[in-house]
T-cell receptor
Framework: AQSVTQPDIHITVSEGASLELRCNYS??????LFWYVQSPGQGLQLLLK??????LVQGIKGFEAEFKRSQSSFNLRKPSVHWSDAAEYFC????????????FGAGTRLAVHP | GAGVSQTPSNKVTEKGKYVELRCDPI?????LYWYRQSLGQGPEFLIY????????DSGLPNDRFFAVRPEGSVSTLKIQRTERGDSAVYLC???????????FGEGSRLTVL
């Protein structure tokens, strides 16, 4: 069965520091992978997605993620965090070739210290 | 520009009552999804509509849950005989293409006392 694990429930970083949020997935075929961000009072917003091709994916707001098939991982990174990045981040896996029946991880809550 | 609109934003009800949650997708989006997000969890898939029909309702937890989309636009999620375990944020999302990017609403927070 498909599943997504986000090992870190909470992460705190200082503004300007680099960030890496971990995501591991279980899926029998080539996965479609997504990162979403959820800020208070706002709906989930897509940061980036991986379907195929280049394993390093660029997204919005300066985020990137790297698909590593050998490690079943799709970690999210940002070189320099801004205070406005404080939010909850969700990794998700979807079935290929069809609609978006996404399986989400439990999320990682990011706090940013000034 | 109008995004996905969900009403009510908050609903408090008593155990055993009937509840309706409404979703107004982005105009022209044919695909519509309902997800449920419990406290401390990621969203969980409930049902997917393509047009007026429910193409996949495999995520509905039991027969107390039902959703409709009669004209292929607005959708209503209906919960009968609510239970305390139904308390969650119910998220609606729409997309232009079948496998296109999902645009989520802010959700309807349901509390069952």
């Amino acid at each position: 069965a498909q599943s997504v694990t986000q090992p870190d429930i909470h992460i705190t970083v200082s503004e300007g520091a680099s960030l890496e949020l971990r995501c591991n997935y279980s899926y029998g075929a080539t996965p479609y992978l997504f990162w979403y961000v959820q800020s208070p009072g706002q709906g989930l917003q897509l940061l980036l997605k991986y379907f195929s091709g280049d394993t390093l994916v660029q997204g919005i707001k300066g985020f990137e993620a790297e698909f590593k098939r050998s490690q079943s991982s799709f970690n999210l990174r940002k070189p320099s965090v801004h205070w406005s990045d404080a939010a909850e981040y969700f990794c998700a896996v979807g079935r290929g070739g069809g609609y978006n029946k996404l399986i989400f991880g439990a999320g990682t809550r990011l706090a940013v210290h000034p | 520009g109008a995004g996905v609109s969900q009403t009510p934003s908050n609903k408090v009800t008593e155990k055993g009552k009937y509840v309706e949650l409404r979703c107004d997708p982005i105009s022209g989006h044919t695909a519509l999804y309902w997800y449920r997000q419990s406290l401390g969890q990621g969203p969980e898939f409930l049902i997917y509509f393509q047009g007026t029909g429910a193409a996949d309702d495999s995520g509905l937890p039991n027969d107390r849950f039902f959703a409709v989309r009669p004209e292929g636009s607005v959708s209503t999620l209906k919960i009968q005989r609510t239970e305390r375990g139904d308390s969650a944020v119910y998220l609606c999302a729409s997309s232009l293409l079948v496998d296109g990017e999902l645009f989520f609403g802010e959700g309807s927070r349901l509390t069952v006392l």
